[in-house]
């Protein structure tokens, strides 16, 4: 299930030979090798970046193949068994594509080129989609100029991602002075701007029925200026799941009104300005729009504005079966300095999930062309802080009150906030226009050949 807060307007085996039993000849030659050998070259902050690009693209088509084999055959043993292949190379791929955040590391755990086209050959000869085959093909090409690009030979590339002295920061791309810039320029264009975006969410099962997945959430802004003529203070909340059943499916204001119309009650008054904005919304549980308008319109306003419901979801998704808690959306429609997103999972809910957040260039139905995320993620991704049991370290400069913030949530769902682990995504400067998605993949079970 996508749930999505437009709330601001919304991480290989290195296979070490042994030496043969027996006597150890020391060769005269062997100190002067060492003291010779030159020492890879570190890769630079854009090499590194070059190289996430096609692990990235790399893992999103093998994991894509993968999924297509039989359940049998995705494994490392079983896919060298179902392909004819030699072992090492299925379990290397296999070990690459359980990677949750593909990065230069990934390719380290692929095996070579020729290995990857070994295996897409053999490939060939199974009932799998010839387009998908091709499009992984691609991406090996892909591969095999950067590994000419960079080192000249796959070891060679890995050494060079594992030198010390590796520059392990962010790209040029994204930097927090670029995403200023854009910040900037961006009020230009919308006449808005906000001191902080906050998305809040907390998730159970319900207890009373184990086939509902309860949510509540927060969202707002901060300092959030709007100027005469320029565009309105939009909040938005909803998610992407159809689901027949409209009694559980439900979205409601803390105080159990539904959002229609006029709604004051949408607010959470103790964190919004005075006086209070009017509120309007309208829309269903899917796709809830919230309009915030000033007191009054005498010239620019600059006000803090937290608006707060909670639903209902289905637990699983009722034609797949898989868990509806997959993707959570913060879309930044409104040029903000910092985005504050911070998702708390029960704790029998988080030992199922593993999460991962990175950025999105988003499309209105939260979606990428061809369902292939890596072409519109962007570069120098976020980074996702595990704030731990409870609600102890909620605080965060970005905004003095949220602790407070976060213990009213708990508090009025009547929801006990010790039961639940915390993640946040924090961020400076968040791209206009861009969707952070805190993605959550389901534990697996790893067989012991395949570790």
Known sequence: MHHTDFGSNVPISNHTHLPQQGIVRVMPSAALSVKNRTLPTPLSSDERAMCDRVADRLHADLS??????????????????????????????IHAIRDQSPSAQTLVKLP????????????RKTDLPVETIELATIAVSQFDQLINSLAGSHTKLANRINAIGTIDTESTLGSVESRELLFHAAINITGRSAA???????????????????RAFASGLLQTTVVPGGMPVVIRAGDTLQWDDPENRTIDYLDDSRPMGNTPDALLKEFTTHPLPTVSSQGSADNLVQVIDPANFDGPQTLDVITAARSNHPFNDPKSGDLTLDEVWSLV????ARLLFDIYLHRDLERMVRP??????WYPSLSSPGGQRWITRYPSPPRLELLGEGIAHASTPSHPRHSELTTTLFDRVG????E??????????????AGYCMSFHPVEVESA???
């Open 112 to 123: 070579g080129v020729k290995g990857l086209e070994q295996m897409l050959d053999a490939m």
């Open 64 to 93: 894509h193949l993968v999924s297509l084999l039989p359940n049998a055959a995705q494994s490392g043993s079983g896919m060298s068994k179902h392909l004819d292949l030699v072992r090492n190379t299925c379990q290397r791929v």
């Open 449 to 451: 050949n395949d570790r």
């Open 415 to 418: 929801w006990d906030a010790s």
């Open 356 to 361: 991962k957040i990175d950025s999105q260039l």
């Open 333 to 336: 429609n409104c040029p903000c």
């Open 196 to 214: 902080t975006s906050i998305s809040l969410y907390a998730f159970r099962q319900s207890p009373e029925n184990p086939d509902v997945l309860q």
């Open 420 to 433: 639940f682990v915390g993640f946040r995504c924090e961020v400076a400067f968040p791209i206009w226009r």
